[in-house]
């Protein structure tokens, strides 16, 4: 199964390293990469990105897994809740929460800086974020 772009523009460009053409850049709202209908997760997962924030966007989700319907389990990654600039993670069953992560405390995001996230969910539905490489 592979993954393709929706929207423009989507291009690859330069990773941290400053290597060419080993990052993917999804920098307008509505471009995003989409794979395939299928269960992807699941009693257990790891889920870590590298991502370089170019503006806090509305919720910017860097990973919706799920269609959003009744009974159904959708993950979410996000490098903003609304528009504060500060990482958050959910479990949704439908639009219910099952489980929530958002650190007030937590300093905003800076544009122009990479980031790792990293979201480790177990089989007793607990989950933990990490923020370059610290418990959030």
């Known amino acids: 199964n592979n993954l393709y772009a929706n929207g423009t523009p989507t291009a690859w460009s330069r990773d941290r390293f400053q290597r060419e053409n080993m990052a993917l850049s999804i920098r307008n709202s509505g471009s995003f ?3 395939p209908s299928d269960k992807y997760f699941n009693d257990q997962f790891t889920i870590t990105v590298w991502v370089k924030i170019y503006s806090c966007s509305h919720s910017a989700r860097i990973i919706d897994f ?5 009974n159904n389990e959708n993950i979410i990654l996000s490098y903003s809740l609304l ?4 990482p958050f993670s959910a479990l949704l069953n439908g639009n219910t929460p099952i489980w929530v992560h958002f ?3 937590l300093k905003p995001l800076d544009v122009n800086v990479w980031y790792h996230l990293s979201l480790v969910y177990n089989i007793d539905k607990m989950s933990k974020m990490y923020l370059n490489g610290f418990l959030v």
């Open 83 to 86: 528009t504060t600039c500060k």
């Open 103 to 105: 650190n007030t405390t």
């Open 33 to 35: 990469l989409q794979a």
């Open 66 to 70: 799920g269609d959003g319907g009744e």
